[in-house]
């Protein structure tokens, strides 16, 4: 049974930063490209950036680009996303995912290429 734990949400305040982890089980971790998105209320669930298998090529939103870094340790089966200088308009439910195809920009930012996925956890950020 796979399952991807997250952890690391929270309240804070406009420039702080946060670590969310997610620790997957259940399938071999190397073998999969691993997926950030959110879900703000009201909205659909938007990508937020991508990790490749193993040489550590990534992918991110515009929006996040230079203020959010994703990284993985296969040895320990986690992704992280480390997120600095946060907006109130980051304030989402944040999703990892895991996906078994090619690790191309259009592929692994779409949630429905995405194999399985995380419970979220809340990011609230005020201003």
């Known amino acids: 049974q796979v399952q991807l734990v997250q952890s690391g949400g929270g309240l804070v305040q406009a420039g702080a930063s946060l670590r969310l982890s997610c620790a997957a089980s259940g399938l071999t971790f190397s073998r999969y490209a691993m997926g950030w998105f959110r879900q703000a209320p009201g909205k659909e669930r938007e990508f937020v950036a991508a990790?490749?298998?193993?040489?550590?090529?990534?992918y991110y939103a515009d929006s996040v680009k230079g203020r959010f870094a994703v990284s993985r340790d296969n040895a320990k089966s986690t992704v992280y996303l480390q997120m600095n200088s946060l907006k109130p308009e980051d304030t989402a439910v944040y999703y990892c995912?895991?996906?078994?195809?090619?690790?191309?920009?259009?592929?692994?930012?779409?949630?429905?290429?995405?194999?399985?996925w995380g419970k979220g956890t809340l990011v609230t950020v005020s201003s």
């Open positions: 995912a895991a996906d078994s195809g090619p690790f191309t920009y259009y592929i692994v930012s779409s949630p429905s290429s995405m194999s399985y």
């Open positions: 990790i490749s298998r193993s040489d550590g090529s990534t």
